[in-house]
Every structure is written in structure tokens, then in C-alpha cells.
């Protein structure tokens, strides 16, 4: 226990992590339930009021993306898989490693608080001014301590991660020779790095305003409410590519992998896909804010932007099919996530286009169809792509093989249920349904969309339940899986052991000019 | 359509500088013309969502593995084909973002563009109610009523009401946190913010009635604070106005 | 409503006043006038337009409307002609503080904002309109930009004022007007933009409340102008303009990460190659 606790290495750090973003994921997923339920019918349901559901979707949005998506991909994969990729012992600084994810758990343990102390917050996981800081009864301070330590915890780890990929790797890697997975890493912590501090200075002066009666976004005293929206969002919209980006890395990891072919088109994937959505994605936030009554040539400036954003994502995605092009294609559980995921990334990119579309926006922005848009491409996708990969590398975390049956049935519950769940609810989206309402008392006509959804639901807690009882029983009982069980080239498969013991590879690997991770000819 | 889009493109300059005639936006109704706006982006999102899809499903099918020890047989590719597949890929999503950003264009400015003489009418938005202040200094509200458990009883007071077929341009504050202004019906919504004003107009070109509702989240009550636009023909708006003046 | 109760009761104590001149003359001046009355609500007229349609006659009696004026931001001023004290006073120090504002270098007269005076006298014509301007004696280029109007048909005059929740009356004891001195920021729609209180203002302010006035407007080419305007915030409680600090913060904090990577990055330098036994 102790050696876990106060471990530094960074595979332990890793699995930490896992653990935290599964809890939060959890947890989030059980309040999404409960918000599910309360919606069954018109008028009030389960819940105990209005306040009780605002609080559950608080905690489902910041649990999520806080807790869930952001530490799973950033925290989890990049801590296991990053230093083995790329043929290193550890990280640059691995107590600081420790350190993150310490933070990270007291981050979850002050979002859990939110079911314990009295007056939880109730600001959403955006804590919009002035609500946030003049109006709301919720101790916001718990949502700011929550995104401080958090935030810290991505700042320190986006600084340890760029340094270990840039002066850790193997003697004769160049940079055409890391995994696609390193390089949407690197784009990740460069976005974090840059673009959390801003939302951390925001939130902070909302704590400031909330409890010291600073006035800095009182609009009576000199502030500004609008500010706090595009600090907000000039954070939090890169906090998307945050997730997206290492969510088709490790797409492409799996694809690759299971078909046994090379990166169509990596070159371009990488410079053109990864880095286009890094430079772009800081230019679009106001497209959150369409109808925020900001000047309206700002509003066509940044829809210009938002469109174009489609190109890097639009080559991404056909780096992604094309990788399956003339392949080896084998399903194993992962890869049946994986490829869910070309469907999913469809779905979610393009119902972003009317969105970025100032005029269409009018109408469709804060409802369900915008709802049902981000849980499709960063909800659903990024989940998805974090379940493919902890199909995938499951065997090399526990050197065990989970169930491939129950992982193939819980995989179609699961894509069952997301599409049943959101599918409808773009309907009723479109038609006006807003967010984030506790009684739907005005659109009465909405609710067999809204039971539809609540029965797909259930469906994705079922499949979620068997996917835990697989792990889980697979962790401790699973059969021993190999070395290699998928026939990777890329260095943790082919180089360390399952599960790879301390320094990660028994002799450190180097490799020559012709290798890369996708060299599956040579190999 | 592509050889649409691209004579779209080829102009693009010229149709984002073209103004449009005031007095043909005066007369047109939001609904119909973004109704067209969405369709068109479902064909085209559709197509292209299509043309991936079939692709990867046919990838997916076609290439599964047939042997233990097979390999797959994509190739490096040259410089050029790389540039190729960078630069006709890009060319290809920035002539249809800018094909769907002139769709968008000529509703965006019936949209945003205030037609003169439009009667105007100032809302407040309050946790958790509306305010319409008429020109004659007349304020109608609306207020959600529900009972002790939670239940939605009614309305109270008539909420908006306007006289069919005159332009209505609403001029929006708030008076505590950020509300939203939004009628699904017309296809609008904007925002209110304390300290700062912001616009919104539509032509109610019917008579009847729509839902109007918030959809910035402002607290508790933020999913009760709605209410019904009502247009009423010009005689009976006169005589409503007048009747609420007197009371 | 609000509205009509204040100018009925005004009226009323107008009349009193009138009719007990001995009385008023035993009162103070000061407690004649309710500061509170003479308040400009600015919140209350934010967005209000003016009245595009009634007829206004400039100092040279040439008819305008304000049907005419769009298309170009305005800062309005509420006087009248036959002031000899401190209208006259108001005006120069708002010229004085245009002057000040353009030598900040960012808005002109005539090329971003014209000026006009807008007299509430029912007596006030072009005659006495040139008079008063003559008086003045502006630097050349405000006063081309600078008109000095009354109204064609002086009893249109409360559709003109009430928007701007502007009240003034006539003291008989004093023989002038009371009324606010504020100046109204026009857009160059015909809407209320900002109103700020002449006892405060000063270059930047004015320079900002003019950017505001014209923000919609403003061109690629004045982006520096846009920065300007949005490192500042206005504060309604103050009626001036302060630094918008958050939006420093939020810079400065771009700068935290960027700092802790250079750290990092110098020390595993320093750190040089790990040694092969710590592997």
C-alpha cells in the first residue's frame, strides 16, 4: 500500500490516476442517472427539487471534464504509455510526478465534498458571473479549489511530459519516429500549458468577488460580465482539443496496432492535423458565445475560424480511416471500440458545423442539440477511445487478459445505449429543448424523447457495470496475456514486459534509422 | 452543388461584402429562411458524413485479418501524394465551410439587422421573470406559479404580447445574473446581462401564440421562467394596451 | 410613472414658488433643487433612441433630422442659448476636454463624432443659437463639427427629453434653468451609449465613452483603439471609466506556464545525460 502511495514510478502514477478518473467517472455517471430519471416526466420526478438536479449536473459536467475526461487521457495514458513509447525509464521529474497526481486526488476529494457539505455548489461546471459569484447559495469555492488544484496538477504535468519528450528519447529517435500518440500528448500539455493559468486567474477573481467583496465582474462597481464568459471559454474550448487530441491518439495507437499498418499520411497527420487544431483551436472560444451579445463582427471573425478548424480535425479523421486502408484488421474489444469511434467522431464533428455557424447558432445554441453535439464528440468519443485503450493495453498494465467475450457484449450494450440516449435528444434539440432544465413544463410534447433517452441510458450502465466486473475480475484472475498479445512494434510492447517491471525495459532500448512504431514489414 | 460551392467561393469577397436591400429584410420572417439554412447543412453534412462512413465501413469489412502472420501493405507515401492528400482534403472542407458560411450569411443579417420603424418593446430579465416595458410605459410580466411541490400551476400575467405583422425589436437588460431571451418558434435568441443592453427582433407575421424561455442558466428557477409570446391582430393589440394602461 | 408623479409635484412646487415669491426668497438656494431630481438615470435610458423623425433647426436655420445624423457617433449636450453663466462654462470645458481627448491621439471630430447642443428652452432659434456659439469661441475644427440646434416645433420638446430622462425647470428667484449637466453618448443609430456626468469626466474618459459610442464602427485599421477600450471597464456606480484588471491577470497568468516549462526544461538540462546505472 505504502509503495503505492508514495510511488514516483510512473507506470504506479498511471494506474493511480486510473483509479481516480474511474471513481470520478463513477460517480458522474450515477448523478447523469439521476438526471436521467428526474427527466422521465414532466414536472418534478425523483429529485428532491430544482436545487438537488442543479447540483447533480454541476457535479456531472465538473466530475467529467475535471475529473474524468481531461486526468484520463492527460493523466492515465500519457503517464503510462508516454516514457515506454518513447523508450525511457521514467519522466524528467518523477517526484513532481507524484505530486500531480497527489493533487489530482485531493481535486476529486474536494469535488466529492460537493455530497457532504451543506450548500453545494450549484454553479455548473462553466460557474457563469455574476450568478456564480453574487447570487448563488452553493459554496462556489469548492468548484475553484477544485479547478486550482486540478489546473496545478495539469500545469505541472504538461511541463514534466514536454521535457521527458523532448530530451528523454530513445538514442536514435527523431521526431518522425514517435508514436502519434506522443505527438497529440505533446499538442495536449502545450494547450494545457498555455491556457490553464487563465481559467485558474478566473476563477480565482470569482472566488475573490464571491468571498472578499472584490468587485472585479460586479457590472455596477467596473466589472465586466463578459470578461469572465471569454476567460471562461478562451481556456475551455482548447480544453476540448486537451481531450480530443490524445483521445484519436490513442485511436490511432489501436488502429494501427490491430490492423498492422503504418499512419496514413503521418507527416501531415502530425503538422498539418495535430499542431493545425493546437494553433487554431486557441482563435475559436466565441463561438460559446454567439448570443452573448458581443459585437456582431467578432461573432462572423471567430465563425470564420471555427470553420476552418475543420480542416486539421477533417485530416485527422482521414489519417484515421486511411490507417485502415490495405490492413491487417483484427477486433479485439479495443479495436471494436476504436472503430465505434469513426462513427462517433462523424457524429459529434459534424453537428459542430451548424454550431459554428453564427445564424444557425441563434437558434440551436444552449439547447439540447448542442448538448447531445459535445457529448457525442467529447464525451462519447474521448470515452470510448479511453475504454479502447484500456481494452488495449490492459494486458500490458496487469499481464492478464481480460474476458474478449464480455468485453464484445458490454462494447455493443455500450454503443447501444449512447446512441438510443443522444440520438433523440438532437431531435428535440432542434425543436428548442434548452439545457439544463429541472421541468420541461413548456414543451410537454418532449417527453417520450426524453423517456427514449432515459431508457438508453440504462442501457450504458449496464454495459458499464460488465465492463468493470470484466476488469476487475480479469485483474485478478485474468489469464497470463504475453509479452505482445496484439503483435505490436511499437517499443512497450515489444521491449518491456507485461507488466514492465521498475526502469520499464530490461535493457534500454535504442533504435536505428529505419524504425518506427508502425514498421510492421520489417518487423 | 460542388460546382456551386465553388462559384460560391470564387466570389466569396464580392457576397460577403454584397449589402442587402433594407426594406426586402424588413419583410422577412426569420423561420422559413433558417428552416432552408438548416436543410441545406443537413444535405451537405450528410453528404460528407456519408462518404466517410461508407469508406470506413468498407475498410473495416474489407481488410480484416486472414493469417496469423499477415502484415498490413500500406505504403509510405511519396512527398507528393502526401501533399496531395494535405492539400485537396483542405481545399475540399475550406470551400465547403466557406459555401456554408454564405448560406448562413443573408440570415445572419436578417437576423442582426433592426429594421427601421420596428416597434420597440424593453425587456428585463429578473430571477425568475420577465419584464415588457412598452412604449406608453406599460409593463407586462410573466411569472411561473407552482405549487408546494413543485408542480407548474400557470402563468401569471400576459407576458409579451404584440400586434401581428409589425416588426418587433426587443431591447434586453437584466437586472441581477445573465438570462437568455429565446421563442423556438422564430428561431432567435441573445442574451441579457446586467449593464449592458442587447438586441433581439422578429416579425410575427401569425397570430397565436409560442413559448418563450430562458436558456442561460441563472438558479434555481432557471427551467420555470418562461411564458407565451401572444400576437394579436392590430385592433385587439390597441385594446389590450389600452386596457392595461388603465389598470 | 415614476416619471409623471416627479414633474407633477415639480410643477406643483413651481407654482407655489410663483405665487410666494417672499417666502421663496427667505430660502436657501441649495434646498431649492433636489440633487437626486436633477440625477440622469443612466441605466434606466441605456439603448433609448432618439426620435429620428422630429425636426430640429441648426445655428445657420437650416432643418435637420436625426434621420440625417445616423451613421455617425454623437456626444449631445442639453443646454440653452440664453444661458450667461454656466452653460456657456460647461461648454467650453467640454470643448477644453475635446481638445485634451484628441491630443490623446485616438477619436477626431468630424471624422469619428460630431458634438451638438440641443437647447430645452422653447424660446431658443438659430439667432440665438449663433449668439451663443459666437460667444464660445471654439477652435476651428470643433467648430465645424460642433451644431448648436433647437427644435423646429418647440412643443415636441418633452418627446425629445423624456428619453433621455432629462429634467430641468425655470427658477423664478434665480431666473434660470436648473437642469443636469451630463453628456449623452449617441450611437450611430440614434441610441443611447453612455451618459457621463461633465463634473467628472476627463480625457480618458471621454476618449473611452466615444470609442463605445462608435464601437460597432470601428475598422480593422483602429485596432489599437479596440485594445484600448477593452483594457477598460466602466463602472456605474462611479459613472468613470477603471482598468479592467481581470483581463490583466488573465494575461499575465498566460505567462505562469510558459515560466514553470522554461524552468524545467533549464534544470533537466543542467542535469545533463542520466548516467546508465540509474536506468
Known amino acids: 500500500m505504502k509503495e503505492w502511495i508514495f510511488t514516483t514510478d510512473h507506470k504506479r502514477v498511471g494506474i493511480l490516476y486510473l483509479i481516480g478518473t474511474l471513481a470520478a467517472f463513477a460517480v458522474a455517471g450515477i448523478m447523469a442517472l439521476a438526471i436521467r430519471l428526474e427527466l422521465w416526466n414532466v414536472g418534478p420526478g425523483i429529485l428532491s427539487g430544482p436545487n438537488q438536479y442543479n447540483v447533480a449536473l454541476y457535479f456531472h459536467g465538473a466530475a467529467m471534464i475535471l475529473g474524468f475526461l481531461i486526468p484520463g487521457l492527460t493523466g492515465f495514458l500519457a503517464n503510462y504509455l508516454i516514457p515506454m513509447m518513447i523508450g525511457a525509464h521514467d519522466v524528467s521529474f518523477p517526484r513532481i510526478n507524484a505530486l500531480s497526481v497527489w493533487l489530482y486526488w485531493f481535486g476529486i476529494v474536494l469535488a466529492l465534498l460537493t455530497f457532504v457539505i451543506p450548500n453545494p455548489p450549484d454553479i455548473m461546471w462553466t460557474g457563469y458571473v455574476p450568478y456564480a459569484s453574487q447570487y448563488s447559495g452553493g459554496n462556489s469555492a469548492f468548484y475553484v479549489f477544485t479547478v486550482h488544484l486540478i ?12 521535457c521527458t519528450i523532448i530530451y528523454m528519447r530513445a538514442p536514435g529517435m527523431g521526431w518522425n519516429q514517435l508514436n502519434f500518440f506522443v505527438w497529440t500528448i505533446a499538442g495536449a500539455f502545450v494547450i494545457q500549458l498555455i491556457f490553464v493559468p487563465v481559467l485558474a486567474a478566473a476563477v480565482t477573481l470569482l472566488l475573490l468577488d464571491k468571498y ?18 471569454n476567460l471562461f471559454w478562451f481556456y475551455s474550448h482548447p480544453a476540448v482539443y486537451v481531450i480530443l487530441l490524445p483521445a484519436v491518439g490513442a485511436l490511432m495507437e489501436i ?48 465563425m470564420v475560424t471555427t470553420l476552418i478548424i475543420s480542416v486539421p480535425v477533417g485530416l485527422l479523421t482521414i489519417s484515421l480511416v486511411g490507417s485502415l486502408y490495405k490492413g491487417s484488421i483484427q477486433y479485439s474489444t479495443g479495436m471494436l471500440y476504436a472503430s465505434s469511434c469513426l462513427f462517433l467522431i462523424l457524429l459529434g464533428g459534424l453537428t459542430g458545423i451548424p454550431l459554428a455557424m453564427t445564424s444557425l447558432t441563434l437558434h440551436l445554441a444552449e439547447t439540447y442539440f448542442v448538448m447531445a453535439h459535445f457529448h457525442f464528440i467529447m464525451g462519447i468519443t474521448a470515452t470510448f477511445a479511453l475504454f479502447g485503450a484500456i481494452y488495449h493495453w ?21 454503443f447501444i445505449g449512447v446512441n438510443v440516449t443522444f440520438l433523440p435528444l438532437f431531435g428535440i434539440g432542434v425543436e428548442g429543448m434548452p439545457r439544463r432544465y429541472y421541468d420541461y413544463a413548456m414543451f410537454p410534447q418532449f417527453q417520450g424523447a426524453q423517456q427514449i433517452a432515459t431508457v438508453g441510458s440504462f442501457i450504458i450502465a449496464v454495459a458499464m457495470a460488465l465492463t468493470f466486473v470484466n476488469w476487475i475480475h480479469a485483474a485478478i484472475a485474468g489469464a497470463p496475456a504475453g509479452k505482445n498479445p496484439w503483435g505490436s512494434a511499437s517499443l512497450e510492447w515489444t521491449h518491456a514486459d507485461s507488466p514492465p517491471g521498475p526502469g520499464n525495459f530490461p535493457t534500454p532500448p535504442t533504435v536505428s534509422e529505419d524504425w518506427t512504431p508502425y514498421n510492421y514489414e520489417k518487423a | ?60 469489412l474489407a481488410y480484416t485479418r486472414k493469417s496469423e502472420d499477415e502484415v498490413g501493405k500500406l505504403k509510405q507515401m511519396s512527398f507528393g501524394n502526401s501533399l496531395a492528400w494535405a492539400l485537396i482534403p483542405a481545399f475540399i472542407f475550406m470551400a465547403d465551410d466557406f459555401y456554408l458560411a454564405a448560406q448562413g450569411w443573408k440570415l445572419w443579417n436578417d437576423q442582426r439587422r433592426v429594421p427601421e420603424g420596428a416597434y420597440e418593446i424593453q425587456v428585463t430579465g429578473r430571477m425568475w421573470g420577465w419584464d ?15 405549487d408546494d411541490s413543485g408542480k407548474v400551476t400557470g402563468i401569471d400575467g400576459d407576458g409579451l404580447v404584440v400586434a401581428q405583422g409589425k416588426p418587433v425589436v426587443l431591447r434586453m437588460s437584466s437586472t441581477d445574473v445573465v438570462h437568455s431571451f429565446f421563442i423556438p418558434d422564430f428561431r432567435i435568441k441573445e442574451d441579457l446581462m446586467p449593464g449592458r443592453i442587447t438586441y433581439l427582433w422578429f416579425n410575427p407575421k401569425d397570430a397565436g401564440k409560442h413559448v418563450y424561455t430562458c436558456t442561460e442558466y441563472c438558479g434555481i428557477d432557471h427551467s420555470r421562467m418562461y411564458g407565451n409570446v401572444t400576437i394579436l391582430p392590430q385592433a385587439e393589440f390597441d385594446a389590450w394596451l389600452a386596457s392595461q394602461d388603465e389598470g | 410613472m415614476m416619471k409623471t408623479i416627479t414633474i407633477s409635484v415639480l410643477l406643483a412646487a413651481m407654482a407655489l ?77 467640454l470643448a477644453d476636454i475635446l481638445e485634451k481627448t484628441q491630443a490623446l491621439g485616438r477619436v477626431k471630430a468630424g471624422k469619428d463624432y460630431d458634438v451638438i447642443t440641443v437647447s430645452f428652452d422653447k424660446n431658443d432659434t438659430p439667432k440665438t443659437a449663433t449668439h451663443f456659439k459666437h460667444m464660445l469661441d471654439l477652435p476651428a475644427q470643433l467648430s465645424e463639427n460642433w451644431s448648436f440646434a433647437s427644435l423646429k416645433y418647440p412643443r415636441q420638446l418633452k418627446k425629445f427629453t423624456s428619453g433621455l430622462d432629462f429634467r430641468y425647470f425655470w427658477s423664478f428667484t434665480d431666473r434660470m434653468f436648473y437642469h443636469p449637466n451630463v453628456y449623452y453618448f449617441i450611437s450611430p443609430e440614434g441610441r443611447v451609449v453612455r451618459v457621463l456626468h461633465s463634473s467628472k469626466v476627463e480625457p480618458n474618459d471621454m476618449q473611452l465613452a466615444l470609442i463605445d459610442s462608435f464601437f460597432n464602427k470601428l475598422q480593422p485599421s483602429q485596432v489599437i483603439t479596440m485594445a484600448i477600450s477593452f483594457c477598460y471597464s466602466y463602472n456605474y456606480k462611479e459613472g468613470k471609466y477603471g482598468i479592467n484588471y481581470p483581463l490583466f491577470f488573465a494575461m499575465g497568468s498566460l505567462f505562469i506556464g510558459i515560466g514553470a516549462f522554461g524552468v524545467g526544461a533549464f534544470i533537466v538540462r543542467k542535469r545533463g545525460k542520466p548516467k546508465e546505472n540509474q536506468i
Not at chain 1, 257 to 281: D, E, H, I, P
Open chain 1, 151 to 162: 489546473g496545478f496538477s495539469s500545469i505541472l504535468g504538461s511541463v514534466n511530459f514536454l
Open chain 1, 212 to 229: 472578499f467583496g472584490t468587485a472585479f465582474f460586479v457590472p455596477d462597481s467596473g466589472g465586466d460580465v463578459l470578461l469572465y464568459q
Open chain 1, 255 to 302: 488502429i494501427t496496432t490491430m490492423s498492422r499498418n503504418q499512419v496514413f499520411n503521418y507527416k501531415v497527420a502530425v503538422y498539418g492535423g495535430v499542431w493545425g487544431v493546437v494553433l487554431l483551436g486557441s482563435d475559436v472560444w466565441v463561438h460559446h458565445l454567439y448570443t452573448s451579445g458581443l459585437a456582431d463582427w467578432l461573432r462572423i471573425g471567430m
Open chain 1, 394 to 414: 490492459f494486458p500490458k498494465m496487469t499481464g492478464k487478459m481480460y474476458n474478449e467475450t464480455l468485453g464484445k457484449i458490454s462494447f455493443t450494450l455500450n
Open chain 2, 1 to 60: 452543388m460542388r460546382i456551386k460551392a465553388f462559384s460560391v467561393i470564387a466570389g466569396a469577397a464580392a457576397v460577403l461584402a454584397l449589402a442587402f436591400p433594407g426594406d426586402a429584410l424588413a419583410l422577412n420572417d426569420h423561420t422559413p429562411e433558417w428552416d432552408k439554412v438548416w436543410m441545406h447543412l443537413l444535405i451537405d453534412v450528410g453528404v460528407i458524413g456519408a462518404i466517410f462512413l461508407v469508406v470506413s465501413i468498407y475498410f473495416l
Open chain 2, 132 to 146: 415588457f416595458a412598452y412604449p406608453n410605459g406599460v409593463i407586462s410580466s410573466s411569472d411561473v406559479e407552482y
Open chain 3, 17 to 93: 414658488l410663483a405665487v410666494s415669491p417672499a417666502e421663496a426668497a427667505y430660502r436657501p438656494t441649495d434646498s431649492e433643487i433636489d440633487p437626486a431630481m436633477l440625477k440622469v438615470d443612466e441605466k434606466k435610458i441605456l439603448g433609448n433612441k432618439i426620435d429620428i423623425d422630429l425636426v430640429f433647426l441648426d445655428e445657420t436655420g437650416k432643418e435637420f433630422t436625426w434621420k440625417e445624423k445616423a451613421g455617425r457617433a454623437h456626444v449631445l449636450v442639453m443646454s440653452y442659448f440664453t444661458c450667461e453663466g454656466a452653460c456657456p462654462a460647461f461648454s467650453a470645458d
